[in-house]
Nanobody, 123 residues
Framework: QVQLVESGGGLVQAGGSLRLACAAS????????MGWFRQAPGKEREFVSA????????YYADSVKGRFTCSRDNAKNTVYLQMNSLKPEDTAVYYC????????????????WGQGTQVTVSS
């Protein structure tokens, strides 16, 4: 049983930055791969980033490479997504998720999901 709570979303102008955080319950946070996904209205859920259990491997969607940075602090049971140089097309609800080894960008393989946080980027 893992509960995930995202925070840090909001409204920002194009070119601005936001930092999302996902706080996890439980004492087994370090055993999970953590992922970030986003979903815009009328569109499918889209992979954004994933980070390995130790934080040693990080994966990004091509659309966010060079702009977003994912990190985790296992001592705080928290994963972060630093979003810089935001674009209007980044507007979406952002979700964090936890899953076992091998989940990567495959949303269906993640076991736990947060409630999401809205990110809106204006032009």
């Amino acid at each position: 049983q893992v509960q995930l709570v995202e925070s840090g979303g909001g409204l920002v102008q194009a070119g601005g930055s936001l930092r999302l955080a996902c706080a996890a319950s439980g004492r087994t946070f370090s055993t999970y791969v953590m992922g970030w996904f986003r979903q815009a209205p009328g569109k499918e859920r889209e992979f954004v980033s994933a980070i390995s259990r130790s934080g040693g491997s990080i994966y990004y969607a091509d659309s966010v490479k060079g702009r977003f940075t994912c990190s985790r602090d296992n001592a705080k049971n928290t994963v972060y997504l630093q979003m810089n140089s935001l674009k209007p097309e980044d507007t979406a609800v952002y979700y964090c998720a936890a899953g076992p080894f091998g989940v990567r960008e495959i949303a269906e393989k993640y076991d736990y999901w947060g409630q999401g946080t809205q990110v809106t980027v204006s032009s």
